[in-house]
Nanobody, 118 residues
């Protein structure tokens, strides 16, 4: 089982920035890829960015504005943990959504709201 702690969401004006963070922990962890997805009102969930040892992918809709970074995993007293961050710049109203952190596209965080509005 993997536990998630997500943070960094909120409301911002168009053109603003937010940084989402997600820490996944478990024992064992065995995470290969970590991703951010989002789901806007009335829309299907879509992948925004993912990062794995072999590289990263960024959705065309956010390329040049979003970046994903993954910390090196570390051992803890109860297992292991790893963090991934999504830096979001030049935000647009169309970026408003609930953002979800995912590990191996199998385990999911609870989601965090991002609202971009004047």
């Amino acid at each position: 089982q993997v536990q998630f702690v997500e943070s960094g969401g909120g409301s911002v004006q168009p053109g603003g920035s937010l940084r989402l963070s997600c820490t996944a922990s478990g024992n064992p962890l065995n995470i290969f890829v970590m991703s951010w997805y989002r789901q806007g009102p009335g829309k299907e969930r879509e992948q925004v960015a993912s990062i794995a040892p072999g590289g990263m992918t960024i959705a065309e809709s956010v390329k040049g504005r979003f970046a994903i970074v993954r910390d090196n995993g570390e051992k803890t007293a109860t297992g292991e943990k790893v963090s991934v961050h999504l830096q979001m710049d030049d935000l647009r109203p169309s970026d408003s959504a609930v953002y979800f952190c995912s590990a191996n596209d199998k385990y999911w965080g609870q989601g965090i709201q991002v609202t971009v509005a004047s």
